[in-house]
């Protein structure tokens, strides 16, 4: 499994077969160049999608037309994209899992919100999820933009994942010292890697107090470089 952070929230990731290109965030990226946005969707073969805030969607269906690919999320949203917005797309919800010809993908809780604005107003995007990716002998769990919430502690025991990415910049979602909290107190991760962070002022700057909050737990904290590639 290859998992290359493309800055805040957005993932490419490669496995078993596969490259699934995770709530891509191109346009207005302050943290992804734009003479590397190529690399970044070259031979993305899926989209996964968590929420609609701009962050994570504002790219999704022209990324869905320009390559061809199919967008996989929350069943209502995917329902009236399949409907309105001529992309290819894979519905299901929270317990369910899907096979993506290699990776399995379970959607998940998430504890956020999912809204955009309209012409109209506000509307909502379905709900806010994560998933947990399995492939090439790993168990992901993608948190998604996310606070603290009880959910952990069946995902933790029911899937196992031995990777976490963990939103973590605070604010709008968990902060450092709250994804350690959750790291220890209901997985048992190999390695954690955060993300949402960094991006904009008002978030965190640093992974120093998730760094120092699993000191001694075994668990391995990798905090991503945008475009280097993570072998797990």
């Given at each position: 499994?290859?998992?290359?952070?493309?800055?805040?929230g957005?993932?490419?990731?490669?496995?078993?077969g596969?490259?699934?290109?995770?709530?891509?965030?191109?346009?207005?990226?302050?943290?992804?160049?734009?003479?590397?946005?190529?690399?970044?969707?070259?031979?993305?073969?899926?989209?996964?999608?968590t929420?609609?805030?701009?962050?994570?969607?504002?790219?999704?269906?022209?990324?869905?037309?320009?390559?061809?690919i199919?967008?996989?999320?929350?069943?209502d949203?995917?329902?009236?994209?399949?409907?309105?917005?001529?992309?290819?797309?894979?519905?299901?919800n929270?317990?369910?899992?899907?096979?993506l010809g290699?990776?399995?993908v379970?959607?998940?809780?998430?504890?956020?919100?999912?809204?955009?604005?309209?012409?109209?107003?506000?509307?909502?995007?379905?709900?806010?999820?994560?998933?947990?990716?399995?492939?090439?002998?790993?168990?992901?769990y993608?948190?998604?933009?996310?606070?603290?919430?009880?959910?952990?502690?069946?995902?933790?025991?029911?899937?196992?994942?031995?990777?976490?990415?963990?939103?973590?910049?605070?604010h709008?979602?968990?902060?450092?010292?709250?994804?350690?909290?959750?790291?220890?107190?209901?997985?048992?991760?190999?390695?954690?890697?955060p993300?949402?962070?960094?991006?904009?002022p008002?978030?965190?700057?640093?992974?120093a107090?998730?760094?120092?909050?699993?000191?001694?737990?075994?668990?391995?904290?990798i905090?991503?470089?945008?475009?280097q590639?993570?072998?797990?």
């Amino acid at each position: 499994m290859k998992i290359i952070w493309l800055g805040h929230g957005s993932f490419r990731i490669e496995v078993a077969g596969k490259t699934l290109l995770i709530d891509p965030w191109l346009s207005g990226n302050p943290a992804l160049p734009e003479d590397r946005h190529g690399d970044a969707i070259a031979g993305a073969t899926h989209i996964l999608l968590t929420h609609t805030h701009f962050d994570h969607v504002v790219d999704v269906l022209p990324l869905a037309r320009k390559l061809g690919i199919p967008v996989a999320g929350q069943y209502d949203l995917m329902s009236h994209w399949a409907e309105h917005e001529g992309v290819e797309t894979i519905g299901f919800n929270k317990g369910g899992t899907v096979d993506l010809g290699g990776p399995k993908v379970s959607m998940v809780p998430a504890s956020h919100s999912s809204t955009f604005p309209t012409a109209d107003g506000l509307r909502s995007g379905g709900s806010e999820v994560g998933y947990v990716i399995e492939g090439d002998g790993r168990t992901l769990y993608l948190s998604g933009d996310t606070g603290l919430m009880a959910d952990m502690d069946w995902i933790g025991d029911y899937h196992k994942p031995d990777i976490g990415i963990l939103s973590a910049g605070g604010h709008f979602t968990m902060d450092m010292k709250q994804a350690a909290y959750a790291a220890k107190r209901y997985f048992r991760f190999k390695a954690v890697i955060p993300c949402h962070y960094g991006t904009f002022p008002i978030l965190e700057q640093s992974a120093a107090d998730l760094i120092a909050g699993l000191e001694g737990t075994g668990t391995q904290v990798i905090e991503p470089q945008v475009m280097q590639p993570i072998e797990v």
